[in-house]
């Protein structure tokens, strides 16, 4: 079943904070960890998924958040 989880994973992007912040250069983790304490009040709850007691980003819908976001700015 973890053969099959992680291809799960891999296919939608989902990585844990951790992996998320080594891969990208922004948010910081501690960033990421605000970013998912806030995230019912700043939009980003979609991004995160709970599996167990970790936490989950799905990275395609953080990225289109964000982005939307930074539209909105305009």
């Not at 990421?32 to 995160?48: E, L, V, Y």
């Not at 958040?65 to 700015?73: G, L, P, V, Y």
């Amino acid at each position: 079943t973890s053969q099959i989880q992680s291809k799960i994973m891999e296919m939608k992007k989902i990585l844990t904070i951790k992996q998320f912040c080594s891969i990208h250069s922004w948010p910081t983790y501690s960033s990421m960890r605000n970013i998912r304490a806030g995230s019912k009040k700043n939009g980003f709850d979609d991004a995160f998924l709970k599996y167990g007691k970790r936490v989950l980003v799905d990275v395609d819908k953080f990225w289109k958040i964000f982005e939307s976001k930074q539209n909105k700015e305009k």
